[in-house]
Each structure stands twice: as C-alpha cells, then as structure tokens.
C-alpha cells in the first residue's frame, strides 16, 4: 500500500530535476528531455541577455520568461515594478512537482518569494489580474 505524501519536504542537497522541451526542427516537432542541476548557493542573472543554456533551463524550471528581464512589483495593485538583477533558489520543496523559494535584492529590501508567483509577476497581465482579484475581495 502507498504512503499518502500529506505536507511538502525541503530538499537540502543540490538537485537534479528533468524538464521537457518542445522546439521544432527542420518543421518537425522535438520533444526532449533535459537534466536541470539546482543548488541554492548558485546566483542567477534576472537580465536576458545572453543567457546560457544552463540558465535558460533554469528559467524553464521555475516557469519564468527566457527572453525578458525580471521584474518585481513591491505592490501588485500598482504598475511599478523593480528590475530584479539576480536572483537566487533559496529553498527546494518537493510534493509530488516540485516548487521552489526565490530570494533576491531591490536596493536595501531583501525579497523572499514563491517560485510560482515571481513567475505570475512575469506576466503582461499581472497587475490587471491582481487588481481584479482585489476588487472580487471586496
């Protein structure tokens, strides 16, 4: 009989996760899978701007945009955001997909956030959704 995993567990150790790529090649579709190696002393560039295949992995893991420097908005409600210039994975958990904790700096602040909200942050229609979510709230 199998064990009911019921609460998350922190990965300690530097990691191995797999990813799966969709390209497509010579008009044919391309599906492979790649071996992402995580660790949380590693920092990673929030710019775009020639990323290596490593890092493109990386963002891929964690469902972050390749080609678009990362942002952060201190409030979601609000259009400002800060450009974030690195980042690092604080802390790996692991139900049954993992999930992962992002620190990074904005001037003096230190920001600790979900891997899948920053991911969320990404998005063109972030602050419209957040805003919209607020007004359902009330």
């Not at 150790?13 to 044919?28: A, L, W």
Request: aromatic share 8%.
């Amino acid at each position: 009989m199998s064990e009911l995993i019921t609460e998350e567990k922190m990965i300690e150790e530097p990691t191995v996760f797999k990813i799966t790529i969709k390209r497509k090649e010579g008009g044919k579709d391309i599906i492979e899978t790649r071996d992402v190696y995580v660790d949380t002393t590693s920092i990673h560039p929030g710019t775009a701007k020639e990323l290596s295949e490593g890092e493109l992995d990386v963002r891929r893991l964690l469902g972050l945009p390749l080609t678009k420097d990362l942002v952060y908005y201190p409030d979601p409600r609000d259009n400002r955001n800060v450009p974030v210039t690195d980042y690092r994975i604080a802390e790996m958990y692991d139900i049954s997909d993992p999930w992962f904790t992002i620190t990074f700096s904005t001037g003096s602040r230190q920001v600790c956030i979900h891997s899948m909200f920053f991911a969320e942050m990404q998005k063109p229609s972030f602050v419209t959704d957040m805003k919209k979510a607020a007004e359902a709230a009330q």
